[in-house]
């Protein structure tokens, strides 16, 4: 099986998530990766997702640069969310919510009040 065939996976989450100036290609049997993407999540969960393949320290090299650093990405809401769930998969604190609702208070009145498909900014750790 081809190592693109192996990572297809990977090429995939590199697409939806706006991989550009680079991508995957094959050399000297390994699979070599490369490009900019818009958040360091982005960036993490290309790397998440290799890290699921058995083996993939030496099958898969990735260069993945980082385009904008001022918050550590964009999250949608999916149902059942909160920003209390949030903040502790994203900052590792579940109190932290609050620094989720201030950065999108251009779109949030109440922290107890989001939506489903709401793309809200997700703070870097500090």
Same mark, same amino acid.
């Given at each position: 099986?081809?190592?693109?065939?192996?990572?297809?996976?990977?090429?995939?989450?590199?697409?939806?998530?706006?991989?550009?100036?680079? !991508?995957?290609?094959?050399?000297?049997?390994?699979?070599? !990766?490369?490009?900019?993407?818009? &958040?360091? &999540?982005?960036?993490?969960?290309?790397?998440?997702?290799?890290?699921?393949?058995?083996?993939?320290?030496?099958?898969?090299?990735?260069?993945?640069?980082?385009?904008?650093?001022?918050?550590?990405?964009?999250?949608?809401?999916?149902? !059942?969310?909160?920003?209390?769930?949030?903040?502790?998969?994203?900052? !590792?604190?579940?109190?932290? &919510?609050?620094?989720?609702?201030?950065?999108?208070?251009?779109?949030?009145?109440?922290?107890?009040?989001?939506?489903?498909?709401?793309?809200?900014?997700?703070?870097?750790?500090?």
């Amino acid at each position: 099986m081809a190592l693109k065939d192996k990572y297809q996976d990977v090429v995939t989450l590199a697409e939806q998530v706006g991989l550009k100036d680079g !991508g995957f290609k094959e050399e000297g049997g390994k699979l070599h !990766g490369s490009g900019t993407v818009a &958040y360091n &999540y982005d960036k993490n969960r290309i790397w998440d997702q290799i890290k699921t393949h058995a083996g993939w320290e030496g099958e898969i090299g990735a260069d993945i640069r980082v385009a904008s650093t001022d918050i550590y990405g964009v999250y949608t809401v999916k149902s !059942g969310d909160t920003l209390s769930h949030i903040a502790k998969e994203f900052l !590792g604190n579940a109190s932290a &919510y609050n620094k989720i609702f201030e950065i999108n208070k251009d779109q949030l009145t109440n922290p107890d009040l989001i939506k489903p498909g709401q793309k809200l900014k997700i703070p870097n750790r500090a």
